[in-house]
């Protein structure tokens, strides 16, 4: 490994853990997966040694975040802040909320052959903490008539900064509904595509090409 470029400050007396994270920084910059635990009492270096890594690891884009105790039982918590400055670089995303495994696991195996990013979760519990983290274009909520849960779902996703576009879904055809569908878009599950999708979509400025918004939205 070739010696510290110019203007790199180096660790006096650090020098073995240096090492060790010079060798994880060179086979990340070769494809190479790799972790590395710092653990230790208060006041020992730990964070020197990551910011010795940060320092090191450019051309390479350095992703970080800091844990927080009350967000430790929240699903994909520990995802949202470092990824968030690289979702511009995501394809088109879809979130499905259905508390029926099977038609997860379905619909999800349609959509990944269809090119989309997809995440998949079966509680309400968790539907805005993964909206919140994944960031996705499009949510897919599954409903059942006269059960008020997946329409609480789909509005408090609706209520969230930045809101996005919710397709209900239901294998009850749309007749058993009535007037609960209001102005919801909704595709059965039958005819659930990214085609099917699409169709209702037109294409939304703030985001980037090949993302979109439900026809209709303002």
Known sequence: MAGPGPGL??????????????????????????????????????????????????????????????????????????????????????????DHEV????????LRTEGIDVVDVGTGDTAITAAIAFHPDVVIVDVAPADPAGFLIAGQLQALPDAPPVVL???SSRRWFGSQLGR???VAKADLCARAIEERAT?????????FRLAGER
């Open 9 to 98: 400050a180096q660790l006096p007396g650090r020098e073995q853990e240096c090492a060790v994270v010079g060798r994880l920084l060179v086979g990340a910059r070769a494809g190479a997966g790799g972790a590395l635990v710092v653990r230790g009492e208060p006041g020992i270096g730990k964070s020197a040694l990551l910011g010795y890594a940060r320092q090191h690891a450019p051309p390479m884009m350095v992703l970080s975040a800091c844990g927080v105790q009350a967000e430790s039982d929240l699903a994909f918590a520990g995802l949202h802040e470092p990824l968030r400055p690289v979702l511009g670089y995501l394809g088109e995303r879809i979130l499905i909320v259905d």
């Open 103 to 110: 038609s997860r696991a379905a619909l999800r195996a349609l």
């Open 169 to 171: 879904t239901s294998s």
């Open 184 to 186: 919801h878009v909704f």
């Open 203 to 211: 294409p939304c400025p703030r985001w980037s090409s090949g993302q």
